[in-house]
């Protein structure tokens, strides 16, 4: 981690992607601005930075989700629990999650008759 953190331009983020993809490492948690909402809007953790939601992770989470945390909330943060409007109608964690700073979700369209 701190040799990668000396090279331009490679922050928390890239050194524990490397970290993780490169080096199988089992030991990092990789947080972009995706995880960092997801984890604060499931009340997971309650941080300002995603460094801050890094750390926190490390003691919120099991220790075997560390290094997929990122894969599976970065593509659900993409898709579902977007920035802005998240779609909770179709969300299946809808029912238990506490939504936090979310104050207006999107429309869920009908995949009948689109194109």
């Given amino acids: 981690m701190e040799a990668l953190l000396t ?3 490679v922050g928390r983020k890239t050194a524990n992607l490397v ?3 490169a ?3 089992m030991e990092n948690i990789c947080v972009d601005t995706h995880v960092h909402r997801i984890a604060n809007r499931m009340g997971w953790v309650k941080t300002r930075t995603p460094e ?3 750390h926190a992770l490390y003691r919120a989470t ?3 989700w560390w290094p997929i945390i990122n894969l599976y ?3 659900w943060g993409q898709n579902v629990c977007r ?3 998240p779609l909770c109608p179709r969300c299946v964690l809808a029912d238990i999650c506490p939504k936090i700073g979310v104050t207006r979700v999107g429309k869920t369209v009908k995949a009948e008759g689109r194109r």
């Fill in 7 to 9: 090279l331009p331009g």
């Fill in 19 to 21: 970290l993780i993809l």
């Fill in 23 to 25: 080096h199988a490492s």
């Fill in 52 to 54: 801050q939601t890094e």
């Fill in 62 to 64: 099991a220790r075997r």
């Fill in 73 to 75: 909330l970065v593509t």
């Fill in 83 to 85: 920035p802005v409007y």
